[in-house]
């Protein structure tokens, strides 16, 4: 089992930054693939960005590439992703997710944080 748990969101102005964290317990997530995901209110969970554990290999979705940057520390067992130039369609419910294998669909993903708020106002 792993246990996720995001930090981090909140009320932010469009162009702010903002810096997500999913902290993982219960085991190493070794040879496993992490991933953000959003959900707006009445749209479908979309996938943000993901990130191998053991290696540096990332993918982002094309809506953030550029503007945000997934990264995961090894020593804290938690993976970041830094959000710059916030747009209002960014706003949404990320959460983290832990996978076997590197994938943008929701239901390749076993494991799931509870999620953490993120707006962004014009």
């Known amino acids: 089992q792993v246990q996720l748990a995001e930090s981090g969101g909140g009320l932010v102005q469009v162009g702010d930054s903002l810096g997500l964290s999913c902290a993982a317990s219960?085991?190493?997530?070794?040879?496993?693939?992490i991933g953000w995901f959003r959900q707006a209110p009445g749209k479908e969970r979309e996938f943000v960005a993901a990130?191998?554990?053991?290696?540096?290999?990332?993918s982002y979705a094309d809506s953030v590439k550029g503007r945000f940057t997934i990264s995961r520390d090894k020593a804290k067992n938690t993976v970041s992703l830094q959000m710059n130039s916030l747009k209002p369609e960014d706003t949404a419910v990320y959460s983290c997710?832990?996978?076997?294998?590197?994938?943008?669909?929701?239901?390749?993903?076993?494991?799931w944080g509870q999620g953490t708020q993120v707006t962004v106002s014009s």
């Open positions: 997710a832990v996978s076997w294998f590197g994938s943008n669909y929701p239901d390749d993903y076993d494991y």
């Open positions: 219960g085991r190493t997530l070794s040879n496993y693939f």
């Open positions: 990130i191998a554990w053991s290696g540096s290999s990332t």
